[in-house]
C-alpha cells in the first residue's frame, strides 16, 4: 500500500518546483483523499494554476514522468478562470471531494446553490439512466457497470446533502443515511469496489429502476 502521506509530499514539491508560484491550488481526491484506498487505488490529483497552455500541460506530463507510481497518477488539471466559469452541478462534487494540499477552493463555494445541487442530481441520475440501459443493450461490459455505480455513488452523496444540507463522503457512513432505496446503490457500490462478484443482470435492472424512478420525481 502507498504510504500517501509521503506521496503527496513528493508530488507538492515536485509541481512547485515545476510552476512556482503560479500554483494557486493542488488537493487530493477519490478514495485516497477519502480513507478507502486499496493497493490498485487511482492517485486522483488536483492541480489549479494562474492560467494553463498547452506548454503547461507538455510540462505537467514531463513532471509526472518523474514521479512514483506513474501508472496510478490521474486528476484534473486546469487555470482559474476556466475553473471559476465551470458549469456549477459539476463543481458540487469536485469541491466537496477534494482534500486541500495547498491552497484552498473557497471561490467556489459561492456558486454551489440550491440549483446547483439539484442540476448534479438531474444530470447524474439521467446519465446514469442512459448508461445503464445502453450497456444492458449493446456493451454488456461489467466494467462500464462498476463505473456506473461508482457514478450513482456520487449522485446518493448529492441527494444527501440536499436532505441534509451534509457532505457525507465515506460510503459506509452515507449508506447509514439515506433511505432503501439508495442504501442499496451505495452498498452494492461498495461490495463491488470490494471485488464482489458482478452479478450483471440482477444489478443492471436495480440501477436501471433506481435511476428511472428518481428522474421521475
Same mark, same amino acid.
Given at each position: ?40 487505488? %487511482? /492517485? ?9 497552455? $498547452?506548454?503547461?500541460?507538455?510540462? #505537467? @506530463? &514531463? ?79 461489467? %466494467? /462500464? ?9 456520487? $449522485?446518493?452523496?448529492?441527494?444527501? #446533502? @440536499? &436532505? ?54
Amino acid at each position: 500500500m502507498i504510504d500517501i502521506s509521503v506521496w503527496v509530499k513528493q508530488f507538492v514539491d515536485a509541481v512547485t518546483a515545476c510552476f512556482g508560484e503560479r500554483v494557486l491550488f493542488i488537493g487530493l481526491q477519490g478514495s485516497y483523499g477519502r480513507g478507502e484506498a486499496s493497493d490498485t487505488s %487511482d /492517485i486522483d490529483m488536483v492541480v489549479i494554476l494562474d492560467t494553463l497552455s $498547452a506548454t503547461d500541460i507538455a510540462a #505537467y @506530463r &514531463k513532471m509526472l514522468d518523474t514521479l512514483p507510481h506513474r501508472e496510478l497518477i490521474c486528476g484534473f488539471l486546469s487555470g482559474k478562470d476556466e475553473l471559476l466559469h465551470w458549469e456549477p452541478s459539476d463543481l458540487f462534487q469536485f469541491y466537496y471531494d477534494t482534500k486541500p494540499l495547498k491552497g484552498n477552493l473557497d471561490d467556489l463555494r459561492g456558486l454551489l446553490d440550491t440549483d446547483a445541487v439539484e442540476r448534479a442530481i438531474r444530470i447524474g441520475v439521467c446519465n446514469l439512466y442512459h448508461g445503464c440501459v445502453h450497456n444492458m443493450l449493446y456493451e454488456k461490459s461489467e %466494467d /462500464i457497470l462498476k463505473s456506473l455505480y461508482k457514478s450513482a455513488s456520487f $449522485a446518493v452523496q448529492a441527494i444527501c #446533502y @440536499r &436532505k441534509t444540507g451534509q457532505y457525507v463522503s465515506r460510503q459506509k457512513e452515507l449508506a447509514e443515511m439515506v433511505d432503501a432505496g439508495d442504501r442499496r446503490i451505495v452498498e452494492i457500490y461498495m461490495e463491488l469496489k470490494q471485488g464482489g462478484r458482478v452479478r450483471f443482470d440482477e444489478m443492471s435492472e436495480i440501477l436501471f429502476a433506481w435511476s428511472g424512478s428518481r428522474i421521475k420525481e
